[in-house]
């Protein structure tokens, strides 16, 4: 992260040419994080569905003991 450094003078045009960056930024690291969110859940769904299956082959095996 880079240090700022307050101007001696405000520029309005360079404080929203800066808004902007960091705008986009955050949309960059909020797609990023929608991403990683969309895989976790994707994954939670297929470890329930493997945890369920491995139930239903418990029970096929402990019926046939």
């Known amino acids: 992260m880079s240090d700022f450094v307050k101007p001696l003078?405000?520029?309005p045009k360079t404080a929203e040419e800066k808004i902007e960056e960091l705008?986009?930024?955050v949309a960059s690291?909020?797609?990023i994080i929608d991403?990683?969110?969309n895989?976790?859940?994707k994954y939670q769904q297929v470890f329930l569905l493997q945890e369920a299956?491995?139930?239903r082959l418990r029970g096929t095996n402990d019926s046939k003991l």
Do not use: A
């Open 29 to 31: 690291l909020e797609r």
């Open 23 to 25: 705008e986009g930024k």
């Open 35 to 37: 991403t990683q969110q």
């Open 53 to 55: 299956e491995l139930e």
């Open 39 to 41: 895989t976790i859940n």
């Open 9 to 11: 003078v405000y520029n």
